[in-house]
């Protein structure tokens, strides 16, 4: 069995000590109520040893009475000379005389011949005419039953000098006279003789016919110590005695009862005394075990309401009293509590600042954003996001490290909370932060806080005697004009940061209805640049580049293409931007060399095949095993592939692309520099790298014939081309007299429409083929 469940310890700890003493009390109880069981069956046993010594003297004196008074009569001459001749009247007037001064309850004379004198009941005359002759010397005593009573009976002779006769006392062993005997004993006993029946069984006047088995049984122990059992309805310890019995009569026996009840009434008063005591004391231990419960468990309810206070974040002392395990547990408790609360603070301005910075981050900074907009909406004031990157951060970040970018950072931050003291400023993760200014009611003073920002990010930066230039790009959105939500006034300053970007960094721009479409645009686009991967829906087309002076093909320009199933053909300039900013810009620059190598592959072993190669292909670490696999697959030679990079490769880590071109150098494959020309460095990148091209931009062939600059810029980089060892292309010649002037200044070959358009794969292998046969013949 379980133990009931307490929702308090106090009720738990009462319950248990209260359960243990009433489990001690009721030990107690019963050890003392074996030892009172035990000594009052000791009691009684003697008792009843005793009343059995004093019935059978009561007994023997009570024969002895009766058998002198018998004597007496028989002694008398005149009683035995009516004996003797048969008087029977002097005969029954004699024992009626006896039997009135023996207090028998019959008196009879029995004569030699076997007639029976006196007044007795006719069942009791005819076994008295034998009594007699039962008993070998011709007297005695015996118990026989008559009827439904038993008697006692005493046999004296009449001699004169023979035996002529017989006297008998026959007394009644009724009710009355057992309770005579009762009133001899010193305790309350009950006194009963049981004869046998003719049937065989015992008989007891008062005894029910369920009884008869128990009498039974006590019978067999006739003799025995006394027994306990239940008769006449009650608990009772009983013991039998034999009593006499003349030859040939039935058997009788002397039952002494003593009733339990009246044996434990002497120690009722003790075990009185005993149960008021265990009350008492139960009642004690309660209190006791109440208050001694209170005091364990009331530090312990104060444990668990500092605890739930502390759980639900507010910090509750708990009072210490004493210096027990309770104290001691106190006051660990609150040296805990303190422990953890300054653990909470500083989880909590983890959780809600930057670590590097200590600004607020992005969700401290979406928490007070949506806070004041709300204020917002109640007071009907106005608001402005300033989203904002560096420009150029990752350039210092790669070129000096992380250590000398994280305290760039730093000193960003803070020359942000110095210009603008007011603000909200907060570091939304890497280079980007974002500034919630309040109270513009109109784009005037966001365009002049935006103005200080890139002004003061503009400024140079001294770190450990070093100096690091940045700039930064601003996207504006104001609400409630340009949302009300946290979620769209974030995007929406972020579109705004996009268009900064895109014209040209170090500006800001305000958010427009009209840059939201565009963004829709580039995310569906995106998808559609995902789906076209999936589906196959890319193709490459070639545009043939001719030697000037023999105009043989001796190269083929691979252009990327997109069959959109709704847009049609799409350029690359109009995809590409997206595919960088997306990511697909590997996947896709992976399967352009793979197909441009495949198509390669059947066209005459002169023709190259040009693949340009963006800045994020060169990022990749990658590229060098692609253009292997792409070679390998296709069957082509490395020298029959030619990349065309841009000097903006250049501008992320220059000295890893220089490692990387010289990579692809001894691979074999030929390295072309692409709209030489129209970049700021371009001179420097050609002393760092030995290119195997140089292509002069379509901008200086489209004035060539009009403007003398233009045709000296040219000359000049056909000659610089010369002494460096590198061949070069002139991109977009349209008109034959630019075809003439670029050969005529000594340009290795030409690419433009006037010489070919690109075509499909199919017609750009015919037209090399073409070409080549036309060679041959010639």
Request: proline share 4%.
């Amino acid at each position: 069995m379980s133990l009931p469940r307490f929702r308090t310890l106090q009720g738990k700890l009462a319950f248990l000590y209260a359960g243990l003493f009433v489990a001690a009390m009721v030990l107690l109880g019963f050890a003392a109520q074996a030892m009172i069981d035990r000594h009052a069956s000791e009691t009684v046993k003697k008792e009843l040893a005793a009343s059995e010594l004093i019935y059978d003297r009561l007994w023997s004196a009570r024969i002895q009475t009766l058998g002198d008074q018998a004597d007496v009569l028989a002694r008398d001459f005149g009683f035995r000379d009516a004996l003797a001749t048969g008087d029977a009247p002097t005969i029954a007037s004699a024992a009626a005389n006896l039997n009135r001064r023996a207090g028998a309850t019959f008196t009879l004379v029995v004569t030699q011949d076997g007639q029976v004198v006196g007044d007795i009941p006719p069942s009791l005359r005819a076994q008295a005419a034998d009594l007699p002759f039962a008993f070998p010397e011709g007297h005695g005593t015996a118990v026989i039953a008559s009827g439904n009573a038993p008697f006692q009976i005493v046999v004296r002779p009449v001699l004169a000098p023979t035996e002529i006769g017989w006297i008998i006392f026959a007394v009644r062993l009724d009710q009355g006279e057992m309770r005579a005997l009762e009133k001899l004993s010193a305790i309350p006993l009950k006194a009963n003789v049981l004869w046998r029946s003719p049937q065989g069984g015992w008989q007891l006047q008062s005894a029910r016919s369920d009884e008869q088995r128990t009498l039974t049984a006590l019978t067999s122990k006739a003799g025995a110590a006394p027994q306990l059992m239940r008769l006449g309805g009650e608990e009772v310890f009983a013991v039998v005695k034999p009593l006499g019995a003349a030859e040939g009569q039935g058997a009788a026996m002397l039952l002494i009862r003593y009733p339990l009840a009246s044996a434990m009434a002497g120690f009722r008063p003790l075990q009185i005394s005993f149960l008021v005591a265990a009350l008492v004391g139960l009642l004690l231990v309660i209190i006791a075990s109440t208050r001694l419960a209170r005091s364990i468990a009331q530090p312990i309810t104060e444990l668990e309401d500092a605890a739930r206070s502390l759980a639900q974040g507010d910090r509750i002392d708990v009072p210490v009293r004493g210096d027990d395990e309770i104290a001691r547990l106190a006051q660990r408790f609150n040296s805990m509590a303190s422990e953890i609360v300054e653990r909470e603070h500083r989880i909590s301005h983890m959780a809600l600042n930057d670590a590097l910075t200590d600004l607020p981050n992005r969700v401290f900074f979406r928490e007070q954003l949506d806070t004041r907009l709300r204020r917002l909406r109640e007071l009907g004031s106005h608001l402005s996001i300033l989203s904002l990157d560096l420009d150029g951060f990752k350039h210092v970040n790669d070129t000096l490290g992380h250590p000398f970018g994280d305290k760039l950072l730093i000193e960003v931050s803070r020359r942000l909370s110095k210009i603008l003291p007011d603000a909200f400023i907060a570091r939304l993760g890497g280079d980007e932060f974002a500034i919630i200014l309040d109270e513009n009611r109109d784009s005037e003073q966001s365009m002049r806080n935006s103005r200080k920002v890139i002004e003061a990010i503009q400024r140079p930066f001294v770190i450990e005697g070093q100096q690091a230039l940045i700039g930064t790009s601003i996207g504006i959105a104001i609400a409630p004009g340009d949302g009300t939500s946290a979620d769209a006034l974030l995007k929406n300053a972020d579109l705004a940061l996009y268009r900064a970007k895109q014209d040209g960094r170090g500006v800001f721009r305000f958010f427009e209805p009209a840059l939201n479409d565009e963004a829709q645009y580039r995310r569906q686009l995106e998808i559609d640049l995902r789906e076209a991967l999936l589906l196959g829906q890319f193709e490459l087309h070639f545009q043939p580049i001719f030697a000037a002076e023999e105009r043989q093909v001796v190269c083929f320009e691979a252009l990327l293409r997109w069959n959109h199933p709704k847009r049609g053909v799409i350029g690359p300039d109009q995809f590409v931007r997206v595919a960088e900013e997306s990511g697909l810009m590997l996947r896709i620059g992976e399967w352009v060399l793979q197909e441009a190598c495949r198509r390669a592959h059947d066209w005459p072993s002169h023709v190259r095949v040009a693949v340009n190669v963006s800045p994020i292909q060169f990022r990749n670490p990658a590229l060098n095993r692609v253009i292997l696999q792409a070679l390998a697959n296709g069957g082509l030679a490395a020298e029959r592939l030619e990349l065309e990079i841009t000097e903006s490769i250049f501008l992320d880590n220059s000295c890893d692309t220089v490692r990387m071109l010289h990579r692809l150098r001894r691979l074999g494959v030929r390295i072309s520099l692409d709209d030489f020309g129209t970049g700021y460095s371009s001179l420097s990148y050609l002393r760092t790298f030995p290119f195997d091209k140089i292509k002069i931009d379509k901008s200086f062939v489209d004035d060539i014939e009009t403007e003398s600059s233009a045709a000296a810029i040219v000359q000049a980089i056909v000659d610089l081309a010369n002494a460096l060892g590198m061949e070069t292309t002139a991109e977009g010649v349209e008109h034959i007299e630019q075809y003439e002037r670029l050969r005529a200044q000594g340009c290795s070959s030409i690419q433009g429409f006037l010489l070919g358009r690109p075509v499909c794969a199919v017609e750009a292998a015919s037209i090399a083929l073409a070409d080549t046969e036309q060679r041959a013949v010639a």
